[in-house]
């Protein structure tokens, strides 16, 4: 509540989206994707560039500072310096994303975003912003680098921020610490014991953070005639049949030091299932149907018949109104921001026009979109600044 009234600028935002959310029917969607087989692609849209090009160039000026503590600031401070740092990351490897992406669905943009690409790096690889690595590690992940303790999440999401900027284009500069974190994560997966690597020391495996390690491998193996295909392959084959779900079907979302599975998750699933779709698009789009099928929502008005938008909920089984996850961020009833935003990744690599266009709808609602001249932005994340990074890298993922 603090932190909304340190914000009180989005509380009409707030209380509309609530009203209609408290007045909404939420239905099982169709987890059938032929349907918008026929849409327009909304890149072609003069006025999609625009939003999208305005949007970018407000996240720069936000999250490039010249000062990593200045961005770890601008998180929420009741989150805790940890993962505010880890926050801080997401928000720097998201904008970075949406950059290369948009250079590559736009490339006229090239000159004006290439730039901004290598300083969204330079944040990161820095003992500041990393130092919610060290607080768990109790060592700092690139001096160690020759060790063989994980510090995955770290490392690969660096090694995936170099990489997509390569394919955007980029210069040879991060070469050869794009080869130093890449052999790094190939080798420590190598030596456990199901080519999976930790998040944490407590041995617990996240699926989302291991995304980002097959991830930033396989666009090293684009870079580099394919030199860790093989342990691509092989990871995948290992999730299409060693972690899946008995009942729904999904890739797991934990397993603890023992190989237990955790609860399945919405916003973990969104991630997985976008990354799936970068990875293997088969595979991908059988783990899309199979999340629209379990947590994903039809929204619409009591009383009326139309759609207003799509959403993914949190949870499986239940829908409390009000909640707040530190992964999946503030819950009203049971529908899931992180998950609605990282499901919008897999639609739009799948083309699904439609679910794309009421996702959008729905955070739209919960987000407000504040138009100036020259940015757009989210209300929403002046208090979530991390949020309008990850909207904007899954709004834009492409099959590339």
């Given amino acids: 509540m603090n932190l909304l009234w340190k914000h009180k600028g989005y509380l009409p935002t707030a209380l509309k989206a609530w009203k209609l959310i ?25 006025a999609e560039k625009d939003d999208l090009i305005k949007r970018a160039e407000w996240l720069c000026k936000e999250v490039i500072v010249d000062n990593p503590d200045k961005l770890i600031d601008k998180m929420p401070k009741a989150i805790g310096r940890m993962y505010q740092g ?16 948009l250079i590559r669905i736009y490339p006229d943009s090239f000159d ?6 290598p300083l969204l790096i330079d944040l990161v690889n820095t003992p500041s912003l990393r130092y919610y690595d060290t607080i768990t590690w109790k060592e700092d992940a690139m001096e160690t680098i020759d060790g063989n303790r994980s510090h995955m999440t770290y490392i690969s999401i660096l090694a995936w921020m170099i990489g997509q900027y390569r394919l955007a284009g980029g210069n040879n500069q991060y070469d050869h610490l794009h080869k130093k974190l890449c052999e790094t994560l190939n080798r420590r997966m190598l030596l456990s014991s199901d080519l999976n690597l930790p998040s944490f020391p407590n041995g617990m495996i996240y699926f989302p953070d291991m995304m980002f390690s ?22 995948l084959e290992k999730a299409k049949h060693q972690w899946i779900d008995s009942k729904t079907g999904l890739l797991q979302s934990t397993l603890s030091r023992k190989r237990i599975p955790g609860r399945l998750s919405g916003a973990y699933s969104g991630l997985n299932t976008t990354c799936l779709c970068m990875l293997d698009k088969d595979f991908g789009r059988d783990q899309y149907e199979r999340l ?21 909920n949190e949870y499986l089984n239940r829908s409390p109104k009000v909640s707040f996850d530190i992964d999946a961020g503030p819950i009203i009833y049971g529908l899931s921001p992180t998950g609605i935003a990282f499901t919008l990744g897999a639609s739009t690599i799948l083309e699904d026009w439609e679910f794309r266009k009421g996702l959008l709808a729905t955070a739209e609602v919960a987000g407000k979109t504040v138009k100036y001249r020259h940015t757009h932005h989210y209300k929403l994340s002046e208090i979530f600044l991390t949020g309008e990074a990850i909207t904007l890298a899954m709004r834009t993922m492409r099959d590339f």
């Fill in 112 to 117: 004006k975003f290439i730039g901004k690409i």
């Fill in 86 to 101: 880890e926050w801080a990351i997401y928000a720097c490897s998201m904008t970075a994303v949406a950059l290369c992406n």
């Fill in 292 to 312: 629209l099928g379990r947590f994903g929502v039809s929204l619409k008005e009591t009383n009326h018949t139309d759609l207003w938008g799509y959403g993914i």
């Fill in 214 to 235: 097959i991830l930033a491998l396989k666009d090293y193996s684009k870079l580099n005639n394919g030199e860790f295909d093989e342990i691509v392959s092989q990871w």
């Fill in 22 to 46: 408290q007045n909404t029917d939420f239905k099982p969607v169709s987890n059938s994707i032929n349907s918008n087989i026929h849409a327009d692609d909304p890149f072609s849209d003069p």
